[in-house]
Nanobody, 114 residues
Framework: VQLQASGGGLVQAGESLRLSCAAS????????MGWYRQVPGKQRELVAS???????NYEDSVKGRFTISVNDARNTLYLQMNILEPEDTAVYYC?????????WGQGTLVTVSS
């Protein structure tokens, strides 16, 4: 089982990025899945999550700017990030929590310049 995150990069404030998390050996089914982000020296922050199929939640600072979704094949999790701000700079990690354990992607760095 592997989660492979991608899509990070360096952008200017106001621009967009789409992060992807491709799953192999498992599917994004009805569990708890989403994206965390972490800045060195700070606590990890849950940015967006999906519980089951339709229960979606966002951290307050990204509401209206970020959108989490899963493709129809349920093998890729996305995070569309619009109107990026320097405060969004962090390493972003995807995860999938099942009944047995939590799986993590390797992290993808997002850097937003002002």
């Amino acid at each position: 089982v592997q989660l492979q995150a991608s899509g990070g990069g360096l952008v200017q404030a106001g621009e967009s990025l789409r992060l992807s998390c491709a799953a192999s050996g498992i599917m994004f089914g009805n569990g708890f899945m989403g994206w965390y982000r972490q800045v060195p020296g700070k606590q990890r922050e849950l940015v967006a999550s999906i519980t089951g199929v339709t229960n979606i939640n966002y951290e307050d600072s990204v509401k209206g700017r970020f959108t989490i979704s899963v493709n129809d094949a349920r093998n890729t999790l996305y995070l569309q990030m619009n109107i990026l701000e320097p405060e969004d700079t962090a390493v972003y990690y995807c995860f999938l929590r099942t009944l047995l354990r939590t799986y993590w992607g390797q992290g993808t760095l997002v850097t937003v310049s002002s």
